[in-house]
């Protein structure tokens, strides 16, 4: 019998390369149809005399996927636990991956009436399930292959994964934009982003397939550590640092798709951006949350992964009086530094929350816990987020908005705080 210290080890460059592509793709195709619910759905597939009604029923199935990603974690994470990181990691892109092509094949309200708008709900579902199995198998596969002293840089990398599928989202809509017409683009371009996604899918299942099981999960099974049902024993024994961890994951969504889906929305339609003149603006801010990542997961793992994350919530706090100064100005300096601002805040919480998230539960619970906590606060703080914005902003300016943001940092800090108190005393750990 081969034993976890006989097995063939997966080296750094494997594992890291493995745990980002994965996640690049998942992030990619989630974030082509957040930025499609802006631009096209709301046209073709909800026709409505009032344009604001069309963009709150396109935002009302962007929401979907976010309530399906928890089941998606229950599910990937069960089998994550009980058979193993790297099968669960391979089912759970392919869902996503024909989820996203689904979309892009889909006929419109023009052509099969109400079954449209079904089927698009049906294909988004299947890709929060996708990535709701997604994103704690990649941190797993980083974190639990990493050096000790070196988790929350190696948990970052499945992190990048959100900045680099986001600007290879808004690049390729980007170029759509500069080369086609908008007759062109309604017809048929918008859908070239879903439809080639299924390259990318290729290129990272045969990364995956490539890899070996983590050592933390092998040791597991020697020890015959296995659960019967992960999701059971996460609800029973691990209650309260669920509950914690989902709040203090909560601000870090809520600010990224205010920054992401909101303020595309805004800038296109209220302040009057096209699509060419705002998504460079969003791809600048996106670089400085790349570049934050792993700066603040060098920061975490010296100082500590709550301590990091509670400085970088306090930044969101405040960051949220800044909404109509600097948004509401309107003008490029002003929404640039404004987005540059947000989502170098997002990537200084990003950064070190894999790590923390992970560590919160035992390695024989840990992908349903790690993907429990991290899809419910995507709940929590994500998927209200652009239609509460979008609500609040018309019915009371800019500025309403930055304080429901720093309403939900406040929340956040709060749980971290008792979060960092439960470590320091693990007698309290429920």
């Given at each position: 019998?081969?034993?976890?210290?006989?097995?063939?080890?997966?080296?750094?460059?494997?594992?890291?390369?493995?745990?980002?592509?994965?996640?690049?793709?998942?992030?990619?195709?989630?974030?082509?149809?957040?930025?499609?619910?802006?631009?096209?759905?709301?046209?073709?597939?909800?026709?409505?005399?009032?344009?604001?009604?069309?963009?709150?029923?396109?935002?009302?199935?962007?929401?979907?996927?976010f309530f399906a990603r928890p089941v998606g974690a229950a599910v990937f994470g069960h089998f994550g636990d009980r058979v193993g990181r790297k099968?669960?990691?391979?089912?759970?892109?392919?869902?996503?991956?024909?989820?996203?092509?689904?979309?892009?094949?889909?006929?419109?309200?023009?052509?099969?009436?109400?079954?449209?708008?079904?089927?698009?709900?049906?294909?988004?579902?299947?890709?929060?399930?996708?990535?709701?199995?997604?994103?704690?198998g990649a941190v797993l596969l980083a974190t639990e292959n990493a050096p000790k002293g070196k988790e929350a840089w190696y948990g970052m990398f499945?992190?990048?994964?959100?900045?680099?599928?986001?600007?290879?989202?808004?690049?390729?809509?980007?170029?759509?934009?500069?080369?086609?017409?908008?007759?062109?683009?309604?017809?048929?371009?918008?859908?070239?982003?879903?439809?080639?996604?299924?390259?990318?899918?290729?290129?990272?299942?045969?990364?995956?397939?490539?890899?070996?099981?983590?050592?933390?999960?092998?040791?597991?099974?020697?020890?015959?550590?296995?659960?019967?049902?992960?999701?059971?024993?996460?609800?029973?024994?691990?209650?309260?640092?669920?509950?914690?961890?989902?709040?203090?994951?909560?601000?870090?969504?809520?600010?990224?798709?205010?920054?992401?889906?909101?303020?595309?929305?805004?800038?296109?339609?209220?302040?009057?951006?096209?699509?060419?003149?705002?998504?460079?603006?969003?791809?600048?801010?996106?670089?400085?949350?790349?570049?934050?990542?792993?700066?603040?997961?060098?920061?975490?793992?010296?100082?500590?992964?709550?301590?990091?994350?509670?400085?970088?919530?306090?930044?969101?706090?405040?960051?949220?009086?800044?909404?109509?100064?600097?948004?509401?100005?309107?003008?490029?300096?002003?929404?640039?530094?404004?987005?540059?601002?947000?989502?170098?805040?997002?990537?200084?919480?990003?950064?070190?929350?894999?790590?923390?998230?992970?560590?919160?539960?035992?390695?024989?619970?840990?992908?349903?816990?790690?993907?429990?906590?991290?899809?419910?606060?995507?709940?929590?703080?994500?998927?209200?987020?652009?239609?509460?914005?979008?609500?609040?902003?018309?019915?009371?300016?800019?500025?309403?908005?930055?304080?429901?943001?720093?309403?939900?940092?406040?929340?956040?800090?709060?749980?971290?705080?008792?979060?960092?108190?439960?470590?320091?005393?693990?007698?309290?750990?429920?």
């Amino acid at each position: 019998m081969t034993t976890s210290a006989d097995a063939p080890k997966n080296s750094p460059a494997r594992v890291l390369f493995a745990s980002l592509v994965g996640t690049t793709i998942e992030f990619f195709d989630f974030y082509i149809y957040a930025t499609a619910a802006v631009l096209v759905f709301p046209k073709l597939f909800f026709p409505s005399s009032d344009p604001s009604s069309a963009m709150l029923q396109s935002f009302a199935t962007f929401a979907i996927a976010f309530f399906a990603r928890p089941v998606g974690a229950a599910v990937f994470g069960h089998f994550g636990d009980r058979v193993g990181r790297k099968a669960t990691l391979v089912a759970a892109l392919m869902l996503m991956g024909f989820s996203t092509v689904a979309i892009g094949l889909l006929p419109t309200y023009a052509q099969i009436g109400v079954a449209a708008p079904l089927l698009l709900a049906l294909f988004r579902l299947g890709q929060g399930l996708g990535l709701g199995g997604e994103w704690g198998g990649a941190v797993l596969l980083a974190t639990e292959n990493a050096p000790k002293g070196k988790e929350a840089w190696y948990g970052m990398f499945p992190q990048l994964g959100a900045p680099i599928g986001f600007i290879c989202s808004a690049l390729s809509f980007l170029v759509l934009s500069w080369t086609l017409t908008d007759e062109q683009f309604f017809a048929w371009g918008w859908r070239i982003p879903f439809v080639a996604s299924a390259l990318l899918v290729i290129v990272g299942l045969y990364v995956r397939l490539k890899i070996t099981e983590t050592p933390a999960f092998r040791a597991a099974l020697e020890r015959h550590e296995r659960v019967r049902v992960p999701f059971a024993a996460v609800m029973r024994d691990h209650t309260g640092l669920l509950a914690l961890g989902t709040l203090g994951a909560t601000a870090t969504f809520t600010v990224f798709y205010l920054m992401t889906v909101f303020a595309l929305s805004w800038g296109t339609g209220v302040l009057n951006y096209t699509r060419g003149e705002f998504l460079p603006l969003q791809m600048l801010g996106m670089v400085v949350f790349g570049l934050t990542i792993p700066f603040s997961a060098r920061i975490a793992d010296r100082v500590g992964r709550e301590r990091a994350l509670i400085w970088a919530t306090i930044g969101i706090f405040l960051f949220g009086f800044l909404f109509q100064p600097l948004f509401g100005a309107g003008d490029v300096v002003s929404v640039a530094l404004f987005l540059m601002l947000g989502l170098g805040l997002m990537g200084c919480t990003y950064g070190p929350l894999s790590a923390a998230l992970a560590e919160l539960f035992p390695t024989a619970v840990r992908y349903t816990g790690a993907s429990l906590t991290f899809n419910l606060a995507g709940i929590l703080g994500a998927s209200p987020a652009p239609y509460v914005a979008t609500y609040l902003a018309k019915a009371y300016g800019l500025a309403a908005v930055g304080w429901y943001l720093s309403a939900m940092a406040v929340l956040t800090a709060i749980a971290l705080v008792a979060v960092a108190r439960r470590r320091e005393t693990p007698a309290l750990a429920v």
